[in-house]
């Protein structure tokens, strides 16, 4: 039995709800892919981190390691990688580009860590 006036009903409701649920998946995709990327420079950061506060390295060689697991273990696109060290602490940087769904989202995004160098000490 068919009401009257419900004609097409279905078709109206499901061109007005599909692109905010379309819009909606997209927006959810981008951000799983942002934050996968953040989590991947943020671990490599601190591994290259480990490699830098190491008493006979250097932050370019923690740079060195940082740069080879973004490339390795992340879709992120690396803008720069700079490692800076004073007497006794080190200081490295990742900017990285995440890879995107929606135009105009964020997508760059920079992690900044430092440690304290460590230290051989002599015995008494």
């Known amino acids: 039995m068919r009401w009257r006036g419900e004609d097409g009903e279905a078709t109206v409701v499901g061109v007005l709800i599909m692109p905010v649920l379309a819009l909606a998946l997209g927006a959810l995709l981008h951000l799983g892919l942002y934050l996968l990327a953040r989590q991947a420079t943020v671990t490599a950061v601190q591994q290259g ?7 006979d390295t250097t932050a370019t060689q923690g740079e060195t390691v940082a ?5 390795r273990h992340s879709a992120a696109e690396i803008v720069a990688i700079t490692g800076s060290g004073t007497g ?5 940087t990742a900017t990285v ?4 769904l929606v ?12 440690a304290v160098r460590e230290e051989y000490l002599t015995p008494p």
Request: aromatic share 0%; no cysteine; charged share 10%.
């Open 97 to 100: 580009r995440a890879p995107g």
């Open 103 to 114: 135009p105009g989202l964020p997508r760059t995004l920079t992690v900044t860590q430092t």
């Open 67 to 71: 740069r080879q697991l973004i490339e």
């Open 88 to 92: 006794s602490t080190v200081s490295l």
């Open 49 to 55: 981190l480990t490699v830098a506060t190491a008493a």
